[in-house]
C-alpha cells in the first residue's frame, strides 16, 4: 500500500479511546529515508497545543477512506508523553525518552531502518535498556513540511522543486519524491524520481541534490 504527505496532512488521527487531533507533520530519516514519527495537532485536545509525537510503532491501521489513523495508545498515555518542546531540535535523547516510555524497542540498533525487523509493529514488547544512553547522536529527522518547496539540483543544473513524497506501508518508507517541473518546463508536469538517486541535502541552500541529468529528470514516471 502507498501513501502520500500531502494525503496525511489531511488524516485524523484516532486513540483507543477518542480523536487526539490532525497530522500536522510527518518526520523522515533522511539516511534511511524512512518515516520516524508523525507529529499530531492537538489544538482541540491539548493546552497550548502541544505537540505530540506518534511513532509508527504505536500505529495499528490506515483507513485511506475514511483518511483515518488508528494509534494504539490511550489519549491519557499520549498526554504525559515526553515533551516535544523540551528537546528541540528532536534529539536521539528525546527518542530514546519516548521510546523508553512507550516500552518500545529501539529502530537504531540494529542493522535495517527498523533495527532488526522488517517493519515498526514488531518493535511492540522489544524494549531494551542496553542502549538507552547512546554515546552520540545520530539523529536524521528532518520534516516533510520543511523539505516541501526544496529546489532539485542536478548533474547539469537545477530544475524543477519538491512538491510531495510517496511513502511505502506497512514499512513506513520514503520511496519516492514526487518533483514539480512547472517553475522549468513550459506547462510542466510532475515527476517520481526514486529516494535512492538522492546524493544530499544542502540545509544552507533549501535544495536536494539528485544523480541524475534534466534529461533524465524529464522523461521520469511521471506523477500526474
Known sequence: METRFSQLSNYSIHATDGDIGDCQDVLIDDAQWIVRYIVADTNTWLPLSRKVVITPVSIDSLQADEKTLAVSLTKEALKNSPSLEEHQPVSREYESLLYQYFGYGYYWTGPGAWGEYAHPLELVDNFSRQHAQPEEDNSHLRSCDELTGYTIA??????????????????????????????????????KVDCRHIVKIDWAGHAIELDISRKELEGALSAD
Open 154 to 191: 542536478l548533474s547539469d543544473g537545477q530544475a524543477g522543486h519538491v512538491e510531495d513524497f510517496v511513502i511505502q506501508l506497512p514499512q513506513w518508507s520514503v520511496s519516492h519524491l514526487i518533483i514539480n517541473l512547472n517553475d522549468w518546463l513550459p506547462g510542466g508536469k510532475r515527476v
